[in-house]
């Protein structure tokens, strides 16, 4: 960056004469009186001068870093042409649940970190423009592709989650009869149970699942399934079967008082305290308590902010390592922070207080002091001796992340055969041992992202066309 030569090089490049401009946020005051998404879109004109910030690589980083492959420098120069219609073509036509993928993508982590103007000025912001292009393609209809002559395939879906709508839409688009079961009573798995509205509106997953119905996609919702289903019906009457649902185990605090009353896990308290869901437990009401919430992913992020909006009166998020070494996602860290969420950083619970009648009062922690980044870039931490605090808490939640759940021998989707940890064993193709019945996300890899049970989807999608051509 000192030489000159490289200045002047630098300086007949768009993005050096262009900063970085983010979408509009809507005024904190506003955003944490609701549970609504709290990003705007950029106008045309922003949208196209932000897209000619990107130099169109010819071995692009970011589409390196996207775990979709998604067409990233295409549509940014089309974009950066004014042709929107045909970007948002494009972002749609090759892109699976682009709207929803980008909305809870860690894009700040992936493509955003790749692009090659890092380390000289702001990256390219990939992920505002592909929000402004999504919401192009809906509001002008270029994400409604007509539906393909039906193939006469019959496919059944278990799960509709991210991977399951996933593997739906590829289908639907390949002109397969598609049937989605899912014993929960609204479509959209961890997206709309586990997801908050202000990062993913309930309403723009039920768009997608509208469009999908439109190409003839049939959603089964709250199916009760019998033992045995996967081969005693499903195979029997479907050509082929993804297995797309997730299992999963919550990680506990193994301290003293991790049972006490007042002490949640993270995914049933973003569920029950999200407004537009239905209620299948009581709320667990924040309201003028004070809330510390463990974990440095962003299913913590979520909480905390959960924890705002329902009127907590402090917040205090409690992470082992330092802000830097946080896995969740740059942009809902500094959210926030905007939003009143306060952090203790290098500080481990060792233990959660008794008020004397079983509920939580506080917790004990220490200090950490951090090594020397390992080969996968984590900082080791070692609890410093002494150092021992104590923090008031009313409600302590858990965002520790997963463990993987192998499938129950009494599983009505058993047959295929499982690893030794009890994974679902699959080829290349993501077929199991059951010719037929293919599988990802979660059965597959353990707990997984959605993004990455959109990839395994997809390719499933692609094997199951394969196999079944194969057999035409
Ligand atoms: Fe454009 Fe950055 Fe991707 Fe290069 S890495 S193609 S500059 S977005």
Redesign the pocket.
């Known amino acids: 960056m000192s030489d000159p030569r490289t200045h002047k090089a630098e300086a007949e490049f768009p993005w050096s004469a262009l900063a970085r401009s983010g979408p509009p946020k809507r005024p904190v005051a506003e955003r944490v009186a609701d549970f609504l998404e709290i990003y705007g879109l950029y106008d045309e004109a922003t949208a196209q001068a932000q897209a000619s ?5 010819p071995e ?4 390196t870093g996207c775990p979709l492959g998604a067409h ?2 295409e549509w ?1 120069a089309l974009t950066a042409e004014g042709h929107f219609d045909e970007a948002a073509t494009v972002l749609q036509s090759t892109g699976t649940l682009a709207e929803l993928c980008e909305r809870v993508c860690p894009a700040d982590h992936l ?1 955003e970190a ?4 890092n380390g000289h000025a702001q ?2 912001s ?1 992920r505002a423009i592909e929000h402004f292009l999504n919401e192009y393609a809906f509001a002008h209809g270029t994400a409604a592709l007509p539906p393909p002559p039906p193939n006469g395939y019959k496919v059944a879906i278990i799960g509709a989650g991210p991977g399951g709508l996933a593997c739906a839409d590829e289908l639907a688009r390949r002109g397969y009869a598609v049937t989605v079961f899912d014993s929960r009573k609204m479509p959209g798995g961890l997206l709309v149970y586990g997801t908050p509205a202000f990062r993913l509106e309930h309403a723009i997953v039920h768009r997608r699942i509208e469009q999908l119905e439109q190409r003839g996609v049939a959603f089964r919702m709250g199916a009760d399934f019998a033992p045995d289903v996967l081969q005693a019906e499903l195979l029997v009457r479907f050509d082929a079967v993804y297995l797309g649902f997730g299992l999963k185990k919550a990680r506990t605090l193994d301290v003293p008082g991790a049972d006490l009353k007042g002490v949640e896990q993270a995914l049933p308290f973003l569920v029950q305290s999200d407004m537009d869901l239905p209620r299948e437990a009581p709320v667990i009401d924040v309201t003028g308590q004070r809330v510390v919430v463990i974990g440095g992913g962003d299913m913590a992020i979520d909480c905390l902010r959960t924890a705002v909006r329902g009127h907590a009166k402090e917040v205090l998020g409690i992470y082992r390592r330092d802000e830097a070494s946080m896995p969740c996602s740059r942009r809902e860290l500094e959210n926030a922070v905007e939003e009143g969420v306060r952090f203790e950083f290098q500080a481990a619970p060792v233990a959660l207080l008794d008020d004397d009648s079983g509920a939580v009062r506080g917790l004990r922690l220490v200090r950490t002091t951090l090594g020397a980044p390992d080969a996968d870039g984590r900082r080791p931490f070692a609890v410093a001796p002494g150092t021992e605090f104590e923090l008031a808490a009313d409600r302590v939640i858990l965002a520790l992340g997963f463990d993987p759940e192998p499938l129950p021998p009494t599983s009505p989707f058993n047959g295929p055969q499982l690893s030794a940890q009890g994974a679902m064993v699959v080829d290349d193709n993501q077929m199991t041992s059951l010719p037929g019945v293919f599988a990802g996300g979660d059965l597959v890899r353990g707990p997984s992202s959605a993004l990455h049970s959109v990839r395994d989807a997809r390719k499933a999608a692609a094997g199951i066309h394969a196999f079944l051509a194969a057999k035409r």
């Open positions: 910030r990107c130099i169109q690589c692009p980083t970011c589409v990233i420098p940014l493509c790749l692009c090659v103007i990256p390219v990939v």
